[in-house]
């Protein structure tokens, strides 16, 4: 199993930045696709931003946030800038890939992180 963690969510005000963090360990596996994701109380869970061949964005925090990887350390990061008490949320972090040996699919997510913007 390919196992994610979540790290840097927290309380920040508005117009605050907070960087998340989602390193993936495990053996035998290769990523195609990292990507963020949120969900907030009583909403469904939401794309925020993915990485793979190219990156992409939710409308909502384009121009704000900014993915990014270092591929030799299978660590991703979310910067969120500027941010909005309407981002507050539980930001999960997203792996999708195949299987070294077997070359199966496989997706899987972190426990994910809380991030609470308020004054």
């Known amino acids: 199993q390919v196992q994610l963690v979540e790290s840097g969510g927290g309380l920040v005000q508005p117009g605050g930045s907070l960087r998340l963090s989602c390193a993936a360990s495990?053996?035998?596996?290769?990523?195609?696709?990292m990507g963020w994701y949120r969900q907030a109380p009583g909403k469904e869970r939401e794309l925020v931003a993915t990485?793979?061949?190219?990156?992409n964005y939710a409308d909502s925090v384009k121009g704000r946030f900014t993915i990014s990887r270092d591929n030799a350390k299978n660590t991703m990061y979310l910067q969120m800038n500027s941010l909005k008490p309407e981002d507050t949320a539980v930001y999960y972090c997203?792996?999708?890939?195949?299987?070294?040996?077997?070359?199966?699919?496989?997706?899987?997510w972190g426990q994910g992180t809380q991030v609470t913007v308020s004054s």
């Open positions: 997203n792996a999708r890939g195949r299987w070294t040996t077997t070359w199966a699919l496989y997706n899987s």
């Open positions: 495990g053996s035998g596996f290769s990523i195609n696709e």
């Open positions: 990485s793979g061949v190219g990156t």
